[in-house]
Antibody, heavy 125, light 112 residues
């Protein structure tokens, strides 16, 4: 059974850092891309960024709102994807989800076939 | 950015009747290299993450009942629930993955 479990959320002051983890099980982690989304209170789903599978260079892309502050990485040996969040702002307050993206022989495709339950990040002084 | 616009915002349908949800993208999500539409549909119930129903605009995800179907190409897409069941009450979202930033429609709430 495919499972994605986010952790690492909590309350943090503006300007500080936080690292979220997405622990995967039930599939060969390295064969998939991983995407982070977030949903702020009362707002819609927002794409944060993604990381391709290692076979595709493990390259990343980010939303403009987080580029330069957030970094996505992966440890395929542990089946974990990370979201390192620096210089946090109050507007980063949201429920953060990780999701899985299928890859084929030629590319990763960024529809999300499995999602975690999310971890809540609150940025407040 | 590709803007996704869904209609209607909400929809009340009787049990067993058809529900139709529309999604329009501000630019084509049809990839010219492979003639495939980079468009997905998700179902979301309260307190849960989204669940993938349809990808490539019309391919049903494994395990999704065949009463759910997707159609359309280019900029105009439709999700159809052919015979609404009680468990289909949810909010439905389209999402394009043709280009970054990945973007979602605003959602359509389906009620009985």
């Amino acid at each position: 059974e495919v499972r994605l479990v986010e952790s690492g959320g909590g309350v943090v002051q503006p300007g500080r850092s936080l690292r979220l983890s997405c622990t995967a099980s039930g599939f060969t982690f390295g064969d998939y891309g991983m995407t982070w989304f977030r949903q702020a209170p009362g707002k819609g789903l927002e794409w944060v960024g993604f990381i391709r599978g290692k076979a595709y260079g493990g390259t990343t892309e980010y939303a403009a709102s987080v580029k330069g502050r957030f970094t996505i990485s992966r440890d395929d040996s542990k089946s974990i994807a990370y979201l390192q969040m620096n210089s946090l702002r109050t507007e980063d307050t949201a429920l953060y989800y990780c999701s899985r993206n299928p890859c084929t022989y030629d590319a990763c495709y960024f529809y999300s076939d499995y999602w975690g339950q999310g971890t809540l990040v609150t940025v407040s002084s | 950015d590709i803007v996704m616009t869904q209609s209607p915002d909400s929809l009340a349908v009787s049990l067993g009747e058809r529900a139709t949800i529309n999604c329009k993208s501000s630019q084509s999500v049809l990839h010219s290299s492979n003639n495939i539409n980079y468009l997905g549909w998700y179902q979301r119930k309260p307190g849960q993450p989204p669940k993938l129903l349809i990808y490539w605009a019309s391919t049903r995800e494994s395990g999704v009942p065949d009463r759910f179907s997707g159609s359309g190409s280019g900029t105009d897409f439709t999700l159809t629930i052919s015979s609404l069941q009680a468990e289909d009450v949810a909010v439905y979202y389209c999402q394009q993955y043709y280009s970054t930033p990945l973007t979602f429609g605003g959602g359509t709430k389906v009620e009985i």
